[in-house]
């Protein structure tokens, strides 16, 4: 029996360029892609790693949605938090099709309902988190009905450099392989290029089809406030909240401060806006942050005076305006935060106050690299866990290993996220850590501790990037395409600070 012929390649790509065409409007009622959809969508069908790179709110999800729909196998989703990959099942429902979602927040119960839908087929689309995806049932479940596409929400989290790093991406290559290796679709908004050098080595993305369509965001209108002192700088926050502006002074709105002393000084000073004053911070019970967010999520137009732990899952569409009080730590920092404003597409303000008084507060957050000697006491400390506590398999925790460790717990869990990141630990899920090798070298704990100190310097020179950006005259929209390298200026009206390009919709 002769082999069946194939279609030209011409004939072919033309077919599935109409099919495409004719799933975007029956599907989601799309009359045309937008930039980059198109190239996403044909490098997921035809089993290529991709990275895509594009800006909050120009339509990522579809990349994935629209080649998923169409491919026979599950899609798996991994996203770094669980209220995203609710909102991205939700998505996935409206379109007709079931999905299920594989986390921690649900009950046995439900699990066992989900494994079923899989198993059977019933679930084309498949959401979870990199620590579920730790546990090998899990994966060979998924093994067995056939992935066809990996798809890996919020890429950046996988970089170190990058202000999101989630130590759990570092093991989804692992996760791949035990997936049956299908292609991997790795998204991100904001990622400058050793950034993405960075996504592309933890992931281990082979030959990837690159799709950077620009980080321009012409509603966003970017600003920086210079101030002298605290005193100066509360004032201006407070005659920023209280001026006259098309910007709805009863819209909501977040103020990132670097300190949680800060944030709850300045909910409590500017309580007397005309609307709700609420905090976000690391440092607060976990009842309490979950009562806070809702409150911002769902409840009237409030200002949120927050930390950077504020962050991935905040999508709500309306924020406004968004203030940075005190200086972030990186331009990639900056525009991740600061791009929560404005998701609906409608005018929003980004403005950073600036005091050079913040430098060194940053610089200070920069320091402490880790050194050689310290990454053999934590791995020996692994080492020595693992045989007094892993015997179920399922790792040790960073609690019990600090009781026999003499490292202070965060240098104890940063050398174990540097062995991780070398193939010699894992994080286990739920704080818990395994040891993958039982030897390390000093040759290996000397490279690591020179790689920790090359990043406290690439932390420095980021900082210094960052007071460029908030000192300098030139278009601002320029200095974040410059260092995202995604685009060159475009020619639409700016609406920086810097340009004064100012239109109506804007003050
Ligand atoms: P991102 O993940 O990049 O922030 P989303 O995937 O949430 O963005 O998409 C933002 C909005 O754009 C959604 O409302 C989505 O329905 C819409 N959208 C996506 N693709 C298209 C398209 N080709 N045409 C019109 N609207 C689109």
């Given at each position: 029996m002769g082999v069946p012929e194939r279609p030209p390649t011409v004939f072919r790509t033309m077919h599935a360029t109409q099919k495409l065409s004719s799933r975007l409007s029956d599907n989601f009622g799309f009359d045309t892609f937008r930039p980059g959809q198109h190239q996403a969508c044909s490098a997921a069908m035809q089993g290529r790693d991709t990275l895509v790179l594009m800006a909050t709110g120009s339509g990522k999800s579809l990349c994935y949605q629209l080649p998923g729909l169409e491919l026979e196998g599950v899609t798996v989703v991994v996203s770094p938090l669980i209220s995203l990959a609710e909102d991205q099942a939700a998505h996935i429902r409206e379109l007709g099709t079931h999905a299920a979602v594989l986390n921690s927040s649900k009950s046995k119960k439900q699990i066992c309902q989900y494994r079923e839908d899989i198993r059977s087929g019933k679930a084309e689309f498949v959401f979870t988190t990199p620590e579920r995806l730790q546990q090998s049932d899990i994966c060979d479940l998924l093994a067995e009905v056939g992935v066809d596409i990996f798809v890996i929400d919020e890429a950046h989290c996988a970089s170190q450099w990058g202000h999101d790093f989630r130590p759990d991406y570092l093991c989804l290559h692992h996760a791949r392989q035990r997936l049956g290796n299908p292609p991997i679709l790795a998204m991100t908004a904001t990622a400058s290029p050793k950034t993405i050098v960075e996504i592309i080595r933890c992931l281990k993305l082979s030959d990837p089809e690159m799709i950077a369509t620009g980080i321009t965001r012409p509603n966003l209108r970017l600003d920086v406030v210079a101030c002298v002192g605290e005193k100066e700088k509360t004032s201006a926050l407070r005659d920023l909240f209280q001026?006259?502006?098309?910007?709805?002074?009863?819209e909501p709105a977040i103020v990132y401060c670097a300190t949680t002393k800060t944030c709850e000084r300045l909910r409590d000073e500017l309580s007397d806006l005309p609307m709700p004053t609420l905090c976000y911070h690391g440092r607060m019970k976990q009842s309490l942050r979950s009562e806070s967010q809702s409150a911002f999520m769902d409840g009237p137009p409030a200002v949120m005076f927050a930390t950077n732990a504020f962050g991935l899952g905040i999508d709500k569409p309306d924020i406004r305006r968004v203030v940075h009080y005190d200086l972030p730590g990186s331009l990639e920092a900056y525009y991740q935060e600061a791009g929560r404003a404005g998701r609906d597409g409608s005018a929003a303000a980004c403005t950073l106050f600036f005091d050079r008084e913040d430098i060194g507060l940053q610089k200070m957050f920069a320091s402490g690299a880790i050194d050689s000697s310290q990454l053999m006491t934590a791995h020996h400390t692994l080492v020595k866990g693992i045989e007094r506590w892993g015997d179920d398999g399922d790792g040790v925790s960073l609690t019990d290993l600090k009781r026999i460790s003499p490292l202070g717990r965060q240098t104890l869990k940063q050398c174990l996220q540097q062995l991780a990141a070398r193939g010699y630990a894992a994080p286990a899920g739920r704080g818990r850590w395994a040891c993958l090798l039982d030897t390390i070298d000093h040759a290996v704990t000397d490279g690591i501790a020179a790689d920790a100190r090359m990043r406290c310097e690439d932390r420095r020179i980021a900082i210094d990037q960052m007071v460029s950006y908030a000192e300098s005259s030139e278009c601002r929209w320029t200095i974040l395409q410059k260092h995202f390298e995604t685009s060159s200026a475009s020619d639409q009206l700016c609406r920086c600070g810097n340009c004064g390009g100012v239109d109506a919709d804007v003050a």
């Open positions: 001026a006259e502006s098309d910007l709805d002074a009863n």
